[in-house]
Each structure stands twice: as C-alpha cells, then as structure tokens.
C-alpha cells in the first residue's frame, strides 16, 4: 500500500449499520487508519465542529436523513475549507460526480472495493 493512505484518521459517515461496519474495517484493517464512524450526518457535524482539525479525511455517504452527505460536506468545508471529503452512494453516478466535483471532492460508486477506495483517497489528497 502507499504510505499516503496509513494512519489517517477518517470521519466515517453512513446511516446503514451494515455499511459502516464494512466500510470501517476496510479503512482500518487495509489501511491502518483511525475510523470515527458515525450514522448520524447530524452527529458527523457536531463531533468535527468540537475537533475539526483532529481529522485528515471525511468519507460520507450521499444519501442521509436529516442531512444528505453534500451538505454535511459544504458545512464540515465551511468549518475547515483543507478537509479532503469523499462522497459515496449506490444510486446516480453521475449525480455523485458532479455533487463530488462541486465541493472538490471525490465520488465513490457503492459496493466499492479497496483499490477504489484507495484511488478516490489518493484522489482527494492530491497524491494520484
């Protein structure tokens, strides 16, 4: 693995259980990163607001109650303008791409596996 993709620390953002589990052990096994994961857009915000530079990475998913992943991705933005977002979701490609490019992010079709993952990290962390 590329020594860019170790010991990040990743706030982790998906309203599905099973997801966030998946997802979880993904960043941390294959990628021996630090994982606040959350299923809760509305929690995600409040926890970055209280340490908003504690955190490298931000992998949310798009379609959320409450808050859709872009909009937690502009505030969390408006919070720190330097936080690296990914936007994930099983539903429009296309959609996600250009939500993704709007706030210089990357998108990420779900099921994703770990090379993807780790080619939209290298992405959003300007390491590609």
Do not use: H, W
Not at 28 to 55: I, Q
Not at 83 to 90: E, G
Not at 122 to 128: A, G, Q, S, Y
Request: charged share 25%.
């Amino acid at each position: 693995m590329n020594s860019i993709l170790i010991k990040k620390r990743v706030l982790l953002v998906d309203d599905e259980d099973l997801v966030i589990f998946t997802e979880q052990q993904m960043l941390e096994r294959y990628f021996d990163s630090k994982v606040t994961a959350l299923t809760s857009s509305v929690e995600a915000l409040e926890v970055f607001r209280a340490r908003p530079y504690y955190f490298d990475l931000v992998i949310t998913d798009m379609i959320m109650p409450y808050m859709t992943g872009d909009i937690l991705a502009k505030e969390l933005i408006a919070i720190r303008p330097d936080i690296p977002v990914i936007l994930c979701t099983a539903y429009s490609e296309l959609i996600i791409k250009n939500r993704a490019e709007e706030i210089g992010g990357a998108a990420l079709m779900k099921p994703f596996d770990l090379y993807e993952l780790g080619k939209a990290i290298c992405k959003v962390l300007n390491k590609d």
